[in-house]
């Protein structure tokens, strides 16, 4: 009886001892784990600090760079322009009519802003209105210009500004000929005509991408 008991008591005691061999080093790794989490939330919240410490120093540059053209001072403009496109584009004067060097222009190109050089027309939206101003059924894109109402000279009419620069370009009418019935008149000095035969290889390459793209979806359809 006595051999069975003290057995039993050493069974007992090593079955004791194995769990807690067993079930010690898990617990500590569980608090290890706890820790881990712990560092990783905390490396987190630093990693969030750093970014606004990062967004603080970056957000003048990015800023500069989205608004670029609207935050130029009168000052730059002169520097940037001639007199008459400055006049024109960032003060909405107008040029005397068959005055401009592009009214009777028939060359094929696009004109862009004379400000920033975006693309706003091409001469298949360019038509002969007889008024003196180069005029244009529709803008190269509808992104290229912005619409302002305009009330000045005792009439209500639509201006229409370069959507990049919001330089002044001229007014938009509703008596073009088909297939819009509209007529962008804009001023010569507003823009800068690029001719087909002149246009870089750089830009012909360009075109020749956006073009790819544009058929890229229409072969998946
Ligand atoms: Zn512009």
Redesign the pocket.
């Known amino acids: 009886m006595g051999n069975r008991i003290a057995i039993s008591f050493l069974f007992f005691t090593a079955l004791f001892l194995l769990l807690l061999a067993y079930f010690l080093p898990q617990s500590q790794s569980m608090n290890m784990a706890a820790e881990e989490v712990r560092n990783s939330s905390d490396l987190k919240n630093g990693e969030k600090t750093m970014d606004k410490d990062m967004e603080k120093t970056e957000k003048p540059e990015a800023g500069e760079k989205d608004v670029k053209?609207d935050k130029m001072s009168d000052k730059e403009w002169r520097e940037k322009l001639d007199e008459n496109s400055f006049c024109i584009?960032r003060q909405k004067a107008t040029e005397r009519a068959f005055s401009g060097k592009y009214y009777n222009n028939h060359d094929e190109g696009v004109y862009k802003?004379a400000?920033?050089?975006?693309v706003?027309f091409t001469s298949d939206n360019k038509f002969d209105s007889g008024s003196g101003w180069p005029s244009y059924f529709s803008p190269a894109s509808k992104d290229a210009i912005a619409e302002v109402r305009d009330t000045s000279h005792g009439m209500i009419r639509t201006e229409v500004v370069?959507?990049?620069?919001?330089?002044h370009l001229g007014h938009v009418f509703h008596d073009g000929p088909p297939p819009t019935g509209l007529r962008y008149c804009i001023n010569s000095a507003a823009l800068k005509f690029e001719k087909k035969s002149d246009m870089k290889d750089e830009a012909r390459a360009e075109g020749k991408t956006a073009e790819k793209i544009e058929a890229a979806p229409k072969d998946e359809e």
């Open positions: 053209w584009l802003c400000g920033c050089g975006q706003l370069c959507s990049r620069c919001k330089g």
